[in-house]
Nanobody, 122 residues
Framework: QVQLVESGGGLEQPGGSLRLSCAASGRIFSIDAMGWYRQAPGKQRELVASITSGGSTNYADSVKGRFTISRDNAKNTVYLQMNSLKPEDTAVYYC????????????????WGQGTQVTVSS
């Protein structure tokens, strides 16, 4: 069974930094795109950043210039470096990955992490 395990969330002051990690494990053939989403209380889940298997990236306008997404394909891991944090960044952050499992290597499905809380407050 394929699983995504997230880490790195917590409490940080405005202007501070956090780095989120998400590692995929299990019987995996390959991983296509990976990304980070977030959901604040009372709001819809939104895409924060995404990265293709080749390293091309996209960012939400609200985080562009402050956040950086990266991945280590050898470790099946995606990262989100968050700098210059603002209170508006407070949310539950979810890891997403489009994965081809060994049992069906020609078929891709989306997997999600359990979510990790990020709180930015003084």
């Amino acid at each position: 069974q394929v699983q995504l395990v997230e880490s790195g969330g917590g409490l940080e002051q405005p202007g501070g930094s956090l780095r989120l990690s998400c590692a995929a494990s299990g019987r995996i053939f390959s991983i296509d795109a990976m990304g980070w989403y977030r959901q604040a209380p009372g709001k819809q889940r939104e895409l924060v950043a995404s990265i293709t298997s080749g390293g091309s990236t996209n960012y939400a306008d609200s985080v562009k210039g402050r956040f950086t997404i990266s991945r280590d394909n050898a470790k099946n891991t995606v990262y989100l470096q968050m700098n210059s944090l603002k209170p508006e960044d407070t949310a539950v952050y979810y890891c997403n990955a489009d994965i081809r499992p060994w049992v069906t290597p020609t078929l891709t499905r989306a997997y999600w992490g359990q979510g990790t809380q990020v709180t930015v407050s003084s």
